[in-house]
């Protein structure tokens, strides 16, 4: 269906607070990843008019990382517990083409932590456009790692080692429950990685000083050699 992808009317839209529960039903349905994630806080973005008084258009979730290193490496260990991760935003296609920016920019102001970081995937080939039109800074590439992958599961890294998460042996155990030969590891996807900071003037300076990383040029082009999403799913396929 063609959509008239003119510049949204913040006239014509509302962004509000949702249950995560309800946000995480549509991200799992709507969301290309069609997965959860760690969702504290949630948001929508409405369409108003209609009977009851507007229509949801889009959502937008913030989490605590599940990975607490994470927490730490931003703006160091007396800031860990004021951050969040930007873990899914999902926008109807039929929402003029600012209507991200809209909704990550007004839902920010309602958040209770100062800090959020997000990534944008490069097997996807996502570069973070819709970041750097919200002003966010680039702060380079994840780190290279490699994630235990079983043979014809298409499951998250995170989802594979969960049941064993804290044991120094997952690996083995691993291996115990599926096999040696379809217990392999992948290179995981390199990600863009992006923060902003929801404060006010003095502090947002005061945040910018404690920052650990680097801000760099915005990327234009993905010239990262991530496997695709295809490479990926051949590569979980099992053997004839």
Same mark, same amino acid.
């Given at each position: ?34 997965? &959860? ?5 949630? !948001?929508?973005? !409405?369409?108003?008019?209609? !009977? ?7 959502? &937008?979730? *913030? ?9 730490? +490496? ?19 296609? =039929? ?11 007004? +839902? ?13 995937? +490069? ?9 750097? =039109? +919200? ?42 429950? !599926?096999?040696?030969?379809?217990? *392999? ?6 990600? *863009? ?24 040029? *915005? ?19 099992? =053997?004839?």
């Amino acid at each position: 269906m063609w959509y008239n992808k003119g510049m949204l009317n913040k006239n014509d839209y509302t962004v509000e607070s949702i249950e995560t529960s309800a946000a995480l039903n549509i991200v799992v349905e709507k969301h290309y990843l069609h997965r &959860v994630a760690p969702c504290s806080r949630a !948001f929508g973005i !409405f369409e108003k008019g209609g !009977f009851f008084g507007g229509t949801l258009m889009g959502v &937008v979730c *913030y989490g605590v990382p599940a990975y607490n290193p994470i927490l730490k +490496s931003i703006c160091g260990e007396e800031e860990m517990n004021n951050v969040y991760e930007l873990t899914r935003l999902w926008i109807d296609d =039929s929402v003029p083409k600012n209507g991200e920016s809209f909704l990550i920019s007004n +839902s920010l102001k309602l958040l209770d932590k100062e800090i959020i970081v997000s990534y944008a995937d +490069s097997s996807y080939d996502h570069l973070g456009i819709v970041y750097q =039109s +919200s002003n966010w800074h680039f702060i380079g590439l994840t780190k290279p790692t490699r994630d235990i992958r079983i043979k014809g599961m298409d499951l998250h890294p995170a989802s594979v080692t969960d049941k064993f998460r804290g044991h120094k042996n997952r690996k083995e155990k691993l291996i115990e429950m !599926f096999g040696e030969e379809n217990i *392999y590891k992948d290179d995981r996807a390199l990600k *863009y990685r992006y923060v902003t900071f929801s404060t006010n003037k003095r502090r947002r300076k005061e945040l910018m000083r404690k920052l650990t990383y680097p801000i760099l040029p *915005y990327p234009k082009v993905n010239n990262v050699k991530s496997k695709s999403i295809e490479e990926r799913a051949e590569a979980r396929m099992v =053997s004839a």
